[in-house]
């Protein structure tokens, strides 16, 4: 039989991860589960999989042993409906296999970066202009990063799960990720959690960064719309969910009701 593995986008949300819980529950054939936590982790989840730690423990482990940057709650907003899934998955299947792939050293360096653009959004909320250079500079410092870390996670999964029925849990880079690793499986596919996902223009101009050069023009746009995006809506609202449905219903659904032509305007075009 073919090994495969699925590898499932999850994006920012915490609703998304919950609809991925719903993925793994529907995989009868699951050998490995690939979470993209660190790999520090990794002892301590199979822990909390095996009934032989509740979550809270989890948390207070995490915290005295610093395995995560505080605040913690940044990361359990979508890391947390995932763990507590897994001591049912593992009580359906005794025999899975939990891997943790994620660099120790990546979620400290997240914030980092992450530290850097909010620094940059502050300025252009202030001055109303965008550094144009030192967006380049943030953004190339994250992407190249990325893909540093990328080559270290390729290497644990190639190593922990080649040739096994396996799902791996990732964030926006999943396709990069499918690029990487589809030579050691059968079948590689990617699956997003979320039937439909409009990426937020941080997310946009990562992308863009990643793929080709980026004109000042369209980094100053993205920038700006980033700035409108995290004060109109993030700040503004009760959590990262919440804004991000805000911000499509008035940005992107909003956008298209007013690109659409009226009735009048559609009979006239009909004369």
């Avoid at 609703?15 to 699951?30: E, F, T, Y």
């Avoid at 890391?79 to 792939?101: G, H």
């Avoid at 250079?133 to 390729?154: F, G, H, M, Y």
């Avoid at 699956?191 to 000042?216: G, H, N």
Wanted: aromatic residues 8%; glycine residues 2%.
């Amino acid at each position: 039989m073919a090994s495969r593995v699925d590898i499932i986008l999850i994006p920012d949300l915490r609703g998304s991860a919950i609809n991925a819980v719903d993925l793994l529950h529907s995989r009868s054939d699951l050998e490995a589960l690939l979470l993209d936590f660190p790999e520090t982790l990794e002892d301590e989840v199979n822990r909390l999989a095996e009934y032989r730690i509740t979550y809270g423990e989890l948390m207070r482990t995490i915290k005295e042993k610093r395995i995560l940057p505080e605040p913690l709650e940044s990361w359990t907003y979508t890391a947390e409906p995932i763990l507590r899934a897994l001591p049912r998955l593992r009580l359906m299947r005794p025999e899975l296999e939990i891997c943790c792939y994620t660099p120790a050293k990546s979620p400290f360096l997240a914030v980092e970066t992450a530290t850097k653009i909010a620094r940059l959004t502050f300025r252009v909320r202030a001055t109303g202009k965008v550094g144009t250079d030192e967006w380049r500079d943030a953004i190339a410092s994250s992407l190249t990063r990325s893909r540093e870390s990328l080559d270290l996670e390729v290497s644990l999964l190639a190593l922990r799960a080649r040739g096994r029925n396996a799902v791996c849990l990732a964030g926006l880079n999943a396709f990069h990720l499918k690029r990487r690793i589809a030579e050691y499986w059968d079948v590689a596919t990617v699956k997003c959690a979320e039937p439909l996902y409009y990426r937020t223009p941080l997310e946009v101009l990562l992308s863009l960064f990643s793929r080709r050069e980026v004109s000042d023009e369209q980094l100053s746009m993205l920038a700006l719309a980033h700035v409108e995006y995290v004060y109109r809506y993030v700040l503004a609202s009760r959590d990262r969910d919440e804004a991000h449905k805000r911000w499509v219903q008035e940005k992107v659904f909003g956008a298209k009701k007013q690109d659409r032509p009226s009735r009048g305007q559609q009979e006239s075009r009909s004369q």
